[in-house]
């Protein structure tokens, strides 16, 4: 495991709830990553860890070799890839993440 894809994984593994975007969650930089931090927002989670790619070039590109995910946003929970921003809404709507998350439908 290269040290960008340890990195990504120290930090997926050691934090509950973590979104790979771009931005910040007080200012995202694409539609795709507001959109994200709004249905986790929804869903009532608070323990929210971000990473921010545009400020790291070897993350963001190490990120979608991590999951083989090519797009960004990514959700992890629990240690585990959840999807993207459409998937997040998918799973929403469907009353899918909020179980994921042990947030209250």
Known sequence: MSEVQQRIDDLVK???VVLFMKGT???PMC???GR?????KACGVNDLTTFNV?????V???I???ANWPTIPQLYVNGEFVGGSDIMMEMYQAGEL???LGAEA
């Not at 994200?36 to 986790?40: C, E, F, P, Y």
């Not at 545009?54 to 070897?58: A, G, M, T, Y």
């Open 60 to 62: 963001r590109q190490g």
């Open 36 to 40: 994200a931090v709004q249905i986790l």
């Open 25 to 27: 969650a007080q200012f």
């Open 54 to 58: 545009l400020e790291d070039d070897d």
């Open 98 to 100: 909020q179980q994921v």
């Open 14 to 16: 050691s934090n509950r």
């Open 31 to 33: 539609g795709f990553s």
């Open 64 to 66: 979608k070799d991590y």
